[in-house]
């Protein structure tokens, strides 16, 4: 319902990619996730969340960016 009304919202994104990747619907986690750093760019729970999916996925230099660009976001 909330994404309804604000469908860029950070939070909702965030929650829905924790229960995606519980799921095991990496793909889709990863899109959540991404969708939530554009509108969020210094959230540090969706960048550490983003670098853990894109590695369970095997993309380890993109996982490794994704770490390391967020120990600089201020």
Known sequence: VVLGFYPN????LIL???LSIRLGALSEAE???TKALANRPSD?????NLGCVL???GR?????????DSLTVT
């Open 9 to 12: 919202a950070a939070l909702p």
């Open 16 to 18: 829905l990619a924790h």
């Open 31 to 33: 899109q959540l996730l």
């Open 44 to 48: 540090s729970i969706a960048s550490n």
């Open 55 to 57: 590695f369970a996925l």
């Open 60 to 68: 380890f230099e993109r996982a490794a960016q994704v770490f390391a």
